[in-house]
C-alpha cells in the first residue's frame, strides 16, 4: 500500500476527497490530513508519505510552498495538485516542480480521482521494486544508467583504455563495430528552459530510432551530445547525409516547440579512438565565437575549421590528465598547480581559440564538480551552478574573461579545501553522532540537544560549514551503507531498509531512486551486468 495525505484548508474538501473512494481497493492508504503547509511537512516527516494531494491556495505556506520545501529537504514525494479554475499560474508553477497531475476542484468525482491516482500507481511501482517490474524495467533501467556514464567517459577522453568492440558490446549493448564516428551537439542557452530541454531530448531520441547505432548522452547541464557509429561514404554523401540529420532534428525541434537551434556537427573520423576529437569539433562548430549565422541550423566544424588555428595543446591535455589523477587521490597540492599551470597556458598561448577555452574549462567543470559533490564543497558548487544555469561560457565573453571565471573557480575551490580543514569541533560532533546512529530514527531536535546547541543554530552551523543540511548528510550516509549491504550481501530490500533506519520499504526505495537513479534492486543488479 502506498500512504496518500491531503492537504487541504476547507475541511469539507478534505472530507469530500477523503469519501469519494475506497483508496485500499486502488492501492492506497490514508496516512492522514492537513489544512496547510506547515502541517503537511510535519506529517510528511512523520509518516513519509508516498503521495500528496494538495491545494494551492491555503494560508501560511501553500501548494507551491509546500513542493518547494519537499524538493529542498529531498524528500521523494510524488504530488496531485488540486486546482482552482483561475490558479493557472500556481498550475504551471506545480508541473514544472514536477507534480504528477492535477485535478479541477469544482469539477472532482470519483471517475476523475481513480484516474489520476492509477496513473500514480503506474509511476510509483516504476519507482519501487514491485515484482512484476523486477525484469525488464530493472536491466533497462540498469542499462540506461551505464550506457550514459560510458558514453561521456568515451566523450569526454577520460579513458586512456578504450575496450574492444566486442567487450563494449558485451558490457554496454553499444554497437561500435562500423569504421567511422560523427559528433552533433545541441546546447540550450537561457531562452529555453529546462523543461523545454527534456522535451528536446525525447524530440531527438524519437528520431535516433529511425536510424542505426545513434547513442545519446547529456554532456553537461542542456547540453545533448549524439554520438553516429556509421560507414564511410563519398565526401559529398557523407555531408548530405549529415546535413538532412542534423535538419530533422532541428524540424522536429521547431515543430513541437517553435524554438529555433543550431547543431554543431564535427568531421567524420575513423576508430574509437577519435571520439573526444568529435565531441571537442562538434562542441566547437556549436560555440557563438564560431557560429555567426546561427540562423542556419546545421553548422559542420570542417566550415569553420579555416577560421582556427587547430593546434593539438599537449600541455592543456596534460595539465587535465594531471588534474583528474590528483581529484582521485585527493592531493591538494598538485590539484592546486594544475590549476595554474592551465590558467596560464589559456593566457600565454595565443593560438588557443575561445572556442577551444570553452571546451576545455567545461571538461574542466564536469571533473571539478565530481569532486566538489563527493566532498561536498559548496561555495565551488554554486558557483558552478551559476556559470550552468546563466550559461554564461556560452555569451559573448572575451577569451580573459573565460580565463578569469577560472581563476574565480580556483579561489572558491582554495577556501572550501580550506574550510574543509578547519570545520568546526560541533559539525565533527554532528557527523559522528550519525555515523553512529544512522540506523535510528533520527530526530535533528534531539540531536541538537546531544551536541549542546540550539536547532537552529546548530542547522544554521551545519550547512554553513558543509554545504548540505543535517538531513541531506544523514540521507547521504544512510544510503552508503545501502549500497554496502546491496553489494556485499542478499538481505531483502526490506531487511536493508530497516538496518539503515527506514521502517517504509518503498520510501526507502524511492528515497535511494531518487538520490542514484535507480531502484535498489537495479542498483545491485548493476554489479552483475557490468561485469558479466
Request: charged share 30%.
Amino acid at each position: 500500500m502506498y500512504k496518500v495525505i491531503i492537504v487541504d484548508d476547507e475541511v469539507i474538501s478534505r472530507i469530500g476527497i477523503k469519501g469519494l473512494i475506497d483508496w485500499k481497493k486502488y492501492g492506497f492508504t490514508l496516512a492522514g490530513q492537513a489544512t496547510n503547509g506547515i502541517e503537511a511537512l510535519e506529517l510528511v516527516e512523520k509518516e513519509r508519505p508516498d503521495l500528496i494531494l494538495t491545494d494551492m491556495r491555503m494560508p501560511k505556506l501553500d501548494g507551491i510552498g509546500l513542493m518547494k520545501a519537499c524538493r529542498e529537504k529531498g524528500e521523494p514525494v510524488d504530488f496531485v495538485v488540486i486546482s482552482a479554475h483561475d490558479d493557472f499560474m500556481y498550475l504551471k508553477e506545480a508541473m514544472k516542480l514536477g507534480a504528477i497531475d492535477y485535478i479541477l476542484k469544482n469539477n472532482i468525482n470519483e471517475e476523475q480521482l481513480v484516474t489520476v491516482l492509477s496513473r500514480c500507481r503506474h509511476k510509483l511501482d516504476e519507482q519501487t521494486d514491485r515484482p512484476i517490474k523486477k525484469s525488464e524495467f530493472i536491466e533497462t533501467e540498469v542499462l540506461h544508467a551505464v550506457q550514459q556514464n560510458f558514453l561521456k567517459i568515451l566523450l569526454y577522453g577520460k579513458d586512456k583504455e578504450i575496450p574492444d568492440v566486442n567487450t563494449i558490446w558485451k558490457q554496454y549493448q553499444i554497437n561500435f563495430k562500423k569504421s567511422m564516428f560523427v559528433c552533433f551537439l545541441i546546447r540550450g542557452g537561457q531562452q529555453i528552459e529546462e523543461i523545454d530541454f527534456t522535451t528536446i531530448v525525447d524530440l531527438v531520441s524519437n528520431v535516433a530510432k529511425d536510424y542505426e547505432n545513434i547513442y545519446l548522452c547529456q554532456t553537461g547541464y542542456k547540453e545533448l551530445s549524439i554520438l553516429h557509429n556509421m560507414d564511410n561514404m563519398s565526401e559529398a554523401e557523407n555531408k548530405d547525409y549529415l546535413m538532412r540529420l542534423a535538419n530533422r532534428f532541428i524540424f522536429v525541434i521547431n515543430q513541437y516547440l517553435n524554438l529555433n537551434i543550431s547543431v554543431g556537427i564535427s568531421e567524420l573520423l575513423s576508430g574509437i579512438g577519435s571520439i573526444p576529437l568529435t565531441y571537442l569539433e562538434a562542441y566547437q562548430a556549436s560555440s557563438s565565437d564560431y557560429n555567426i549565422s546561427r540562423e542556419i541550423g546545421a553548422v559542420f566544424y570542417k566550415d569553420i575549421r579555416e577560421i582556427m588555428d587547430k593546434v593539438q595543446h599537449t600541455t592543456v591535455e596534460k595539465s587535465i590528465r594531471t588534474f583528474r589523477r590528483a581529484i582521485e587521490s585527493e592531493d591538494h597540492k598538485v590539484i592546486n598547480e594544475e590549476f595554474i599551470t592551465i590558467i596560464q597556458t589559456f593566457k600565454g598561448d595565443e593560438r588557443i581559440t575561445k572556442g577551444q577555452v570553452q571546451y576545455y574549462i567545461s571538461a574542466f567543470i564536469y571533473d571539478i564538480k565530481e569532486y566538489a559533490h563527493r566532498k561536498s564543497y559548496y561555495r565551488i558548487i554554486k558557483a558552478i551552478r551559476q556559470i550552468e544555469e546563466t550559461d554564461i561560457l556560452h555569451k559573448h565573453l572575451r577569451k580573459n574573461d573565460m580565463v578569469d571565471l577560472l581563476k574565480d573557480l580556483k579561489i572558491k575551490l582554495e577556501e572550501d579545501m580550506k574550510d574543509r580543514e578547519d570545520t568546526s569541533l560541533y559539525v565533527v560532533k554532528i557527523k559522528e553522532y550519525v555515523r553512529n546512529h544512522y540506523m535510528d530514527r533520527l530526530n535533528i531536535e534531539d540531536l541538537a540537544h546531544k551536541v549542546g546547541l540550539s536547532y537552529t543554530y546548530m542547522s544554521s552551523l551545519f550547512k554553513k560549514e558543509t554545504g548540505q543540511t543535517i538531513q541531506e548528510y544523514i540521507i547521504g550516509i544512510r544510503l552508503m551503507h545501502a549500497k554496502r549491504y546491496l553489494n556485499e550481501t542478499n538481505l531483502q530490500i526490506s531487511h536493508i531498509a530497516a538496518q539503515i533506519g527506514y521502517d517504509n520499504e518503498h520510501y526507502f526505495s524511492r528515497m535511494f531512486k531518487s538520490r542514484t537513479g535507480m531502484t535498489p534492486t537495479a542498483y545491485r543488479h548493476n554489479k552483475s551486468w557490468t561485469q558479466s
